[in-house]
């Protein structure tokens, strides 16, 4: 209950005690003022019934006191009563003294004295007897107006006074308690505006606040508290035990007990203390990094409580982590890193630096950074550097700087501002690797770039010089084979045989032998030179061997060879370039009939899956002399054979396998080898049964 209502509750409660004293006093006098009346009437009526006896005593008759012969003392209305009979009525009329005596006779041995109303009036009466008479004596009075009675007029006084007294002092407690009221509201709101602000003060701040009592039971704590340690509520935490709370465990997941906490210190000892490093744990049971300090709070110099403030240090441990990192990487570096101030002036240098300049720590610090520039020591200093750095921005370019020893080297070179909070450049880091030795084996390598690119466009225009001269090469050979064939005819059909006769089948196997060779070279040529294009159609799988059997079987006869072939009956349709994939058929068994003389040489076809789609094998085995593995990685490079005893025992370009794979590719396919020494070979064609566009882009890049 507020002041206000307490006092308004004592004003209602006075005045209905100052009402109620009045109509108690007021009873209270009038029944003492008629009590003071009857009193005196009994006097006035015990003197005149003294009077009467007196008369009576000297000999006057009743009859002549009834008829009023002699003068009473005092002149007050009177009844002389005979057993409830009227005598005589004394300044009284009859009407009246009827009426009193009948209500008196009605009382008779009941009372003696008390009020009678007769006509609007009231009247106090007063019954004496007469001694030694059955004469009663009744003596009345109208009763007197409270105004006129002085017990009644004391009675009033009395209560207008005590009013007056209560009503003052309500006043003067109304103004007693409207100052009190007045100063206890502006202190209230005082202590209220100086809470509020305290509030927002400790809502405001970003810094967590809680405090506890000296039981270590959580008093208050702020919004930042909460959010740190995960609560929505502030009653999650007000009345607990914060420390069972927050701080009941260490990192290690051991039980930190309570009485070894900080905290307990500042309870106990009402010191504050400061903690740098500690955990606190959230509602959610995972812990986070903090720094807090701990103050106590007295009352009446006595211990009452602790105040905590903590800070969430986890983003500040793992920034300094992090600038531990980049410390080491900087002293670890291979580059060399320095450091100056927004002046030039070297502030830092890491061992890698030292390494490559020559300067010692030591040596360099305090120095400006031109120190190390090649162009400062010749008077040309180089300002573009410094421009683009005050400016905030970052350069990067290559610098000739010089050593301690004045050797001169090349530098690649970041060189970045470091800015503080409102943008103004503090520091300058130079990053800075030598690359004298780089740029010295870029010279080399590109000297080796530019003559193999000389090489390369000369081998172009090589080929496309032999590409273009096919026409020319093969007509006269042509020429010379089909004169030969005619002469060898007219020859035969005349059954000449001669000299001559042989000397034309050597013209004509030089001749034939001279052609395959220019085809070789003119189609190595066309595919170096890029002009081989390939003529795909659909051709029967079939027909195709037919056509290949056909042209080398006499071949196989020729070398001996038993030449079998594993061939399903019905291998369908390929799409293909015909001519060239024969080509490499026939390449193939030529190379197996020449390197296997008198052995089994034998073809296999079939179709396989590869990635989904439809997939034609060629293999051809033979049982010749077989290749090394190390020799292998040489059988596909261009005017190589696998051993040089090859080319002289079985002659060759060796661009036969070369121009095979390069076609076979260009189809989308391969041509893979197995082999061993004194075992034979097995070349393996695949190609695809059908052209789709990631094969032609995989017979792009093999070209």
């Avoid at 005045?15 to 009045?22: K, Q, S, T, Y």
């Avoid at 005590?162 to 308690?177: E, K, M, Q, S, T």
């Avoid at 905590?308 to 793992?318: Q, W």
């Avoid at 080509?583 to 179709?607: D, E, H, M, P, Y």
């Amino acid at each position: 209950m507020d002041l206000r209502r307490l006092l308004l509750t004592f004003v209602g409660l006075a005045l209905f005690i100052l009402v109620l004293f009045g109509i108690l006093a007021h009873r209270v006098a009038q029944d003492s003022a008629d009590q003071q009346q009857i009193h005196t009437l009994s006097l006035l009526a015990q003197e005149q019934v003294e009077q009467i006896d007196h008369w009576l005593e000297q000999g006057v008759s009743l009859q002549a006191i009834i008829e009023r012969k002699y003068e009473y003392k005092r002149a007050i209305p009177f009844i002389l009563l005979d057993h409830g009979t009227v005598l005589n009525a004394h300044n009284f009329n009859d009407a009246a003294s009827s009426a009193l005596s009948a209500y008196v006779s009605a009382m008779q041995d009941e009372q003696f004295s008390g009020k009678f109303s007769l006509r609007d009036k009231d009247y106090i009466w007063v019954q004496k007897s007469i001694a030694g008479r059955d004469i009663e004596l009744v003596l009345f009075v109208e009763k007197q107006h409270p105004a006129e009675s002085p017990v009644l007029n004391l009675g009033a006084r009395l209560i207008v006074t005590g009013f007056i007294v209560i009503w003052i002092a309500i006043w003067g407690a109304l103004i007693l308690f409207s100052n009190i009221s007045r100063k206890t509201n502006k202190l209230e709101a005082e202590r209220r505006r100086s809470d509020e602000q305290v509030r927002l003060l400790l809502n405001s701040t970003a810094e967590a606040i809680y405090g506890i009592d000296a039981q270590g039971i959580c008093t208050f704590c702020n919004p930042a508290a909460l959010h740190m340690l995960g609560y929505t509520r502030d009653t999650d935490l007000l009345g607990k035990n914060i420390h069972q709370l927050i701080h009941h465990t260490t990192a290690d997941g051991s039980v930190r007990p309570a009485d070894q906490c900080a905290l307990q210190q500042v309870l106990r000892e009402g010191n504050g203390i400061h903690v740098p490093y500690d955990i606190f744990w959230r509602a959610d049971g995972s812990y986070f990094h903090v720094e807090y300090r701990g103050h106590p709070i007295r009352a009446q110099e006595e211990i009452v409580g602790a105040v905590v403030t903590f800070l969430d240090i986890s983003e500040k441990l793992h920034a300094e982590q992090e600038m531990r990192k980049l410390s080491q990487i900087i002293e670890q570096a291979s580059d060399a890193i320095f450091i100056t101030d927004s002046d030039g002036i070297i502030d830092y240098v890491n061992p890698a630096f030292e390494a490559i300049t020559g300067y010692r720590k030591e040596e360099i610090a305090g120095q400006h950074f031109d120190v190390l520039s090649a162009a400062y020591h010749r008077n040309q200093p180089d300002h573009q550097l410094w421009r683009t750095v005050m400016r905030g921005e970052i350069f990067s370019g290559v610098r000739l700087n010089k050593r301690k020893d004045h050797e001169e080297f090349y530098s690649q070179e970041v060189v970045a501002p470091l800015k503080d909070a409102v943008g103004n450049i503090t520091h300058i880091v130079f990053t800075c690797k030598d690359i004298s030795v780089q740029l010295e084996q870029e010279a080399k390598m590109q000297s080796v770039i530019m003559e193999k690119q000389t090489a390369e466009h000369a081998s172009r225009e090589k080929s496309s010089f032999l590409a273009n001269m096919s026409h020319e090469l093969r007509t006269p050979l042509n020429a010379i084979i089909g004169y030969s064939e005619i002469l060898q005819e007219e020859f035969e059909e005349e059954e000449l045989h001669s000299q001559t006769s042989d000397d034309l089948k050597k013209i004509h196997a030089a001749g034939t032998h001279l052609l395959a060779l220019i085809n070789d070279i003119l189609d190595f040529s066309k595919i170096e030179a890029g002009k081989l294009e390939l003529h795909y159609e659909d051709v029967e799988v079939n027909d195709l061997l037919q056509e290949v059997l056909h042209i080398v079987s006499p071949i196989m006869q020729k070398n001996s060879n038993q030449f079998s072939v594993q061939v399903p009956e019905n291998l369908g349709v390929l799409q293909t370039d015909v001519i060239r994939l024969r080509q490499c058929l026939i390449n193939l068994l030529s190379n197996a009939s020449k390197f296997a003389q008198g052995n089994n040489v034998t073809l296999s076809v079939r179709r396989e899956q590869r990635r989904g789609d439809p997939w034609l094998r060629f293999a051809v085995q033979d049982q010749g002399i077989g290749i090394s593995e190390d020799k292998v990685a040489n059988l596909f490079k261009a005017f190589s054979q696998a051993d040089a005893s090859t080319t002289r025992r079985f002659g060759g370009t060796g661009l036969g396998l070369t121009i095979s794979r390069r076609l076979i590719r260009m189809m989308g396919g391969d041509i893979e080898v197995q082999s061993q020494p004194g075992q034979g070979s097995t070349f393996t064609i695949r190609v695809p049964a059908y052209i789709h566009n990631s094969h032609m882009n995989q017979a792009a890049k093999a070209g």
